[in-house]
């Protein structure tokens, strides 16, 4: 049995960030991920007047709270690549009393949709200024208070609109009742809900009805649980080779994240599963089943999948999965067009991909500058020795040592003889 130490949460961290800054009192956050995502989070705290300093080798991140808002008039934030960094800190700032604060990020992160969060912020009054392209960073929030009220959201494109309103509630005025059309990755929002609570809010919830209250947060100590979308490549690298296993400590049966749900998928497909409170563990079958599975609820782990489905003894076809288009890059287009390159035969279509069974041969992966792509293919090199990519450094937005961790445990198994099935 390998044990992997997977770094901290990505989504964990960018909320306890958000959390912890708008709440009243120090939090003490246990184990953030380190990343250029989070690393980006909190530097624009930083630039926004909060308190964050870290302890312990950066174990440990203090978080001096602002219920009042940021503790500068003025800042301009740069939110390099970060989705959440970008969405999540312009809302936060939007509910000061005052302040002009100016948001920036990559190209990337500039193609990326913000339209229907930055609509929901002002229908709610806030007064904010796309720089350039409506709908896109850059832009301008002129911060003076938000009273609250009644939101129509359509969360088809991103779950994190609807994260950060929820949050953003408990500091205005007279909370906030939002009612939610064409929700994608629906887990990701019980993580936000269950964070909240740890932070003293409960919001209200009927069926696409979220009822938040006002008055704030309160201050805790916070450990992040690994991040189990990053699991996920280590369980399906277990998956892919017979009869070795991989355990990941620390994302029981209890875990925040439903991308843990990825190991009922590789269940499916003959993996061996064994979850406890504090664990999981994979053992790859024989040999892999194909499927046809829906992963709207767990969309990121999407490429992790289609890397390892031309090892199925059928076609692998995942469903339900438009918003991956709208990611770091199109997410769909990026796996058909290596899994072709590799040899694989491939169908998609607006919300699905279909992969056939094959030999994967070793070529470049275009990764699009998305470490999702990079992470995914890293699998499929597993029995494609010679795989290389055109950005491997991309891994630095939520893993800067995969590349070390991955190949550790490709060269721990080959030193070893095969073990008995």
């Not at 948001?103 to 912020?121: E, I, N, V, W, Y």
Request: aromatic fraction near 6%; include cysteine.
């Amino acid at each position: 049995m390998t044990v992997i130490e997977i770094p901290g949460s990505k989504s964990v961290t960018a909320r306890a960030l958000f959390l912890a800054a708008a709440a009243r009192g120090e939090t003490v956050l246990r184990r953030p991920l380190h990343s250029d995502d989070s690393e980006g989070f909190a530097e624009g705290l930083l630039r926004l007047g909060y308190g964050v300093v870290r302890e312990d080798g950066d174990r440990v991140w203090r978080i001096a709270g602002r219920p009042e808002g940021p503790g500068v008039a003025e800042a301009d934030v740069y939110c390099r690549d970060g989705a959440t960094t970008a969405r999540f800190l312009p809302t936060l700032v939007a509910a000061a009393p005052g302040g002009s604060y100016r948001f920036d990020a990559s190209a990337q992160m500039r193609r990326r949709p913000l339209g229907p969060l930055t609509k929901a912020l002002r229908d709610l009054g806030a007064d904010l200024t796309h720089g350039e392209r409506e709908g896109h960073h850059p832009l301008r929030v002129d911060a003076h208070g938000i009273k609250g009220g009644h939101l129509v959201l359509d969360a088809g494109e991103s779950s994190q609109y609807l994260t950060a309103l929820l949050m953003l509630g408990p500091l205005t005025e007279e909370g906030l009742t939002i009612d939610v059309t064409r929700l994608v990755s629906a887990p990701y929002v019980e993580i936000t809900l269950a964070m909240m609570r740890s932070f003293g809010v409960e919001v209200e919830r009927a069926g696409s009805r979220f009822t938040v209250p006002p008055g704030g947060y309160r201050a805790t100590d916070y450990d992040i649980e690994p991040d189990a979308s990053t699991a996920s490549y280590f369980f399906a690298a277990a998956a892919l080779t017979p009869g070795r296993e991989v355990t990941v400590p620390g994302l029981g049966r209890h875990a925040l994240q439903g991308d843990t749900a990825f190991v009922d998928v590789l269940e499916r497909m003959g993996a061996d599963v064994v979850r406890t409170d504090d664990a999981i563990t994979v053992r790859g079958p024989e040999r892999l089943r194909g499927l046809t599975v829906n992963m709207r609820d767990i969309s990121d782990t999407m490429p992790t999948l289609a890397a390892l489905a031309p090892y199925a003894d059928g076609p692998v076809r995942i469903e339900d999965v438009a918003n991956t288009r709208v990611k770091e890059c199109d997410r769909l287009d990026a796996c058909a067009e290596n899994l072709r390159a590799l040899g694989i035969g491939v169908r998609t279509g607006p919300d699905w991909i279909e992969i056939r069974p094959g030999a994967p041969r070793a070529t470049e992966i275009a990764t699009r500058g998305d470490h999702r792509i990079v992470m995914s293919f890293a699998v499929t090199g597993l029995r494609a020795p010679g795989m290389t990519y055109d950005d491997p450094g991309c891994v630095r937005k939520t893993f800067p040592g995969f590349h070390e961790a991955f190949g550790a445990l490709r060269d721990a198994w080959a030193a070893d003889a095969p073990p008995e099935a």
